[in-house]
C-alpha cells in the first residue's frame, strides 16, 4: 500500500472518528439540556375554602402544579360541594349542629385530595353576610356557629387555618382579585374589571378608581401591590342588599299598614301565597317594626308589573342625602364607575334565568316587563325543574337588579353594555374565595418573578443550533489543516 493511499485512509478515519464523536457530544449536550430544564411529571398542591354564605355553604378545591406555588394564573378550581341544606347561619337555634353539616362535603374533599397531599392542604372557612347578620344580633350565638364548624373543620386530615367571619370589605377585595386573576389581568399588568357579587344577604362592588379614594372616604379604600404594579380599589358591601334581604325589605315597605294581604307588583299574576309577618321583620336588615296588629299573616298576592315593581324597589334605597362628593345610596361614598365589570353570583344565576345577560337596558326593561306579567301558573307549568322559591322570586330579583345596577350604582344605558354576567372564569367560580387564598397562601406575589428570557423549546433549539455552527466551523478547520500536513508528508 503506497503512503498516499494510508494518509488518505488515515485522514479518512480521523474524518468519521471526529463526526461521529461531534454528533455524540450534540446529542448528549441537547439531551442534557432537554432532561434538566423540562417539567418532571406534574404533581399537585391543593388548598380547600369553605364559602359560609348567608343562603348555603360551598367547599371549593383548588389545586396548582407543586412546583409553581408563587406563580399566577395557575391556580384552578378542581371540585366545588354544596353542603346540604341552608347556611351555618340558621343553625342559631340548635348551634352544635352547624359543624355536622359539612361533613358529608369534607369526606368528598378527602377521597378527592390524595392521601399524601392531606396533612399540607390548607383548610380556610369564611363566613359571610348571614353571619354578620347574626353576630349583630347575638354574639354568642354567632361564636356557638362558629365553634361547632371548627372542631369538624380541625378533625378534618387537612392543615385547617381558622374559620371567622370575613369583613364586607375582605369579600368584595377579594372577589375583585378573583376576578382579574383568572382572567390573568394581573400578570399581564394590563386594565382590570371591576367587580360585581350580589349575594342572598349582602351584595359588593369593588373596582380600580383613582387615588383620592382614600382621601375621601378610607373605608372604601384598598390598595394591592401585585406582580409589580399597585392598584388602588374602591369597594363597598351593603349588608342587607343581597337579594333574599332585600325582598325582606321590599315585603316590609308594602306590609306597614297591617293589611291582611298585599297586592305585590313584583310577582306574578295568580300567585297567592301566606307569609308570616314574623319571617319578614325578624330580620336585623327590616328596621321598621311589626305593624301593630293582632294577625300573626298576610296573604302575599302577586301583580305582575315590573315598572311598579322597579317604584317598589327603589324605596328600599335612601337617596336623600350624600355628604361626600358623590354617594351610590345610604350615603355611602361611590367614585365614578370604570368599567368594564363582572357580575356574578346572584346577579348570573338570575339574569342568565331571564336571558337578560346581553343586550341593551332598554331591552331588558322590556323583557322583564313582559316576564313579569305572565300567570304564576304558566310560568310554574314552563319550568318544572326549577325550585319554586327561585321561580316566584325571578321578576323581584331581575327588578332589584336593575334598579341596583342603575338607581344605586348609577350604571346607565351607555355603561350598562360594560357589565358582563358571569359564572365562572377558565373552570373557576367568580367569587371571594380563590382570591382569599391567594392572599393567605402569599401566592399573588408583590414583584413580578424573574422570567427565563426564552421558553424551554426557544432554549433547547438555540443550544442545538449553535452546536451544529460549531461542530462545522471545527470540523472546516479540520479540513483545511489535515491535507496541508499530508501534502508536507509526501514532499519529504
Ligand atoms: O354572600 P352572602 O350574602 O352571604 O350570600 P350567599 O353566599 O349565600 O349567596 P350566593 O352567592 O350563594 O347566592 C346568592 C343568592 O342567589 C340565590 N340563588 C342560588 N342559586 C340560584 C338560582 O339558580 N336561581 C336564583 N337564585 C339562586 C341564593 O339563594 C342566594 O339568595
Known sequence: MSCQTKGKNAWYKAVIIITVLGITAIVALVTTAVLQNKPLLQKYKYGIVLDAGSSHTAVYIYEWPAEKDNDTGRVQQTHSCKVQGAGISSYSVFPGQAGASLKSCMKEAESLIPLSRHLETPLYLGATAG???????????SDQVLWSVEEVLQSSPFSYQGARIITGQEEGAFGWVTVNYLSDRLKQGSGTTGALDLGGASTQISFVANQDVAEESAENAVTFRLYGNDYFLYTHSFLCYGKDQALKLALAQQTQSGDSSVLDPCFHPGYSVD????????????????????????????????????????????????????????????PPLQGPFGAFSAFYFVM??????????????????????????????????????????????GSYILSLLTDGYN????TWTDITFIKKISGSDAGWTLGYMLNLTNMIPAEAPDTPPLPHAGYVTLLFFISLLLFFLLFLCFRFLWPHRNSQTQMI
Open 131 to 141: 353571619m354578620r347578620l347574626l353576630r349583630m344580633e347575638n354574639q354568642s350565638l
Open 275 to 334: 307569609r308570616s309577618y314574623f319571617s319578614v321583620y325578624s330580620s336585623p336588615c327590616v328596621m321598621a317594626g311589626k305593624p301593630l296588629v293582632s294577625r300573626d299573616s298576610f296573604t302575599h298576592v302577586g301583580a305582575g308589573n315590573a315598572s311598579l315593581c322597579q317604584e317598589v324597589v327603589r324605596r328600599i334605597f335612601n337617596f336623600s342625602s350624600c355628604s361626600f362628593s358623590r354617594c351610590s345610596f345610604n350615603r355611602v361614598y361611590q
Open 411 to 414: 350604571f346607565t344605558s351607555d
Open 352 to 397: 342568565n334565568f331571564l336571558n337578560l345577560t346581553s343586550g341593551s337596558l332598554e331591552s331588558s326593561r322590556e323583557k322583564l316587563e313582559r316576564y313579569c306579567s305572565r300567570p304564576w301558573t304558566q310560568i310554574k307549568q314552563q319550568h318544572p325543574d326549577v325550585k319554586e322559591k327561585y321561580l316566584a322570586e325571578y321578576c323581584f330579583s
